[in-house]
């Protein structure tokens, strides 16, 4: 089973700050399988970035997604008050879907 | 545009079996190739893949409750269906069901999920 682990687990910026997550896999990813979730409060995860780098439809340009192999990275380029919220990476190069234990953003 | 919608008991009895049903509406089971995802998450932690299915019955779980987990298709309710045996208070969670983003593709993040239903094992 290949592992996610998400850094920092909790994340304390300011409204129009650049946020920067980071995602870490127990072993290389196949195609670069990548994805970024956004979850709020009481809501079912909203997807952000597949492939690594592709942002998914209806996605704002302020979030983008980097990295290849066992490294990657979701970066927020200037958060708006809507983005404070709990991000979770997920492969899905295998068949079996595996998720990281997720990446609080709050604001400070 | 496909929407999802989980149902079933919100309370389950130790050691019974837990069954919960997600609905499709704007797209069909049957006739789009796509991957049927469970997932679920206790309160406060993250999220935990179950398993899936293929438009052709083909199946996936996760290694950790795959001794326990059926899922299943109803193509006739446009509906797939989730079955958890001999549960615990530790499979107390929202249970999501979700929808690949890519037809055809076993390979595929989920674009598309349910609002998640509340299901809790107590006595």
């Known amino acids: 089973e290949i592992v996610l682990t998400q850094s920092p687990g909790s994340l304390s910026l300011s409204p129009g700050e650049r946020a920067t997550l980071s995602c870490r896999t127990s072993?290389?990813?196949?195609?670069?399988?990548l994805a970024w979730y956004q979850q709020k409060p009481g809501q079912a995860p909203r997807l952000l970035i597949h492939?690594?780098?592709d942002r998914a439809t209806g996605i704002p340009e302020r979030f983008s997604g980097s990295g290849s192999g066992t490294d990657f990275t979701l970066t927020i380029s200037r958060l708006e008050p809507e983005d404070f919220a709990v991000y979770y990476c997920?492969?899905?190069?295998?068949?079996?879907?595996?998720f990281g234990p997720g990446t609080r953003l709050e604001i400070k | 545009q496909v929407q999802l919608q989980e149902s079933g008991p919100g309370l389950v009895k130790p050691s019974q079996t837990l069954s919960l049903t997600c609905t499709v509406s704007?797209?069909?089971?049957?006739?789009?190739?796509?991957?049927w995802s469970w997932l679920r998450q206790p309160a406060g932690e993250g999220l935990e893949w179950i398993g899936r299915?293929?438009?052709?019955?083909?199946?996936d779980y996760a290694p950790s409750l795959k001794s326990r987990v059926t899922i299943s298709l109803d193509k006739a309710n446009n509906q797939f269906s989730l079955r958890l045996t001999s549960v615990t208070a530790a499979d107390t969670a929202v249970y999501f069901c979700?929808?690949?983003?890519?037809?055809?593709?076993?390979?595929?993040?989920?674009?598309?999920w349910g609002q998640g239903t509340l299901v809790t094992v107590s006595s």
């Open positions: 299915i293929y438009t052709t019955g083909t199946t």
């Open positions: 492939g690594a780098s």
């Open positions: 704007g797209g069909s089971i049957s006739s789009e190739d796509y991957y």
């Open positions: 979700a929808r690949a983003l890519f037809h055809s593709s076993s390979s595929s993040p989920l674009g598309s």
């Open positions: 997920q492969q899905y190069g295998s068949s079996r879907y595996t």
């Open positions: 072993q290389r990813i196949f195609n670069d399988y």
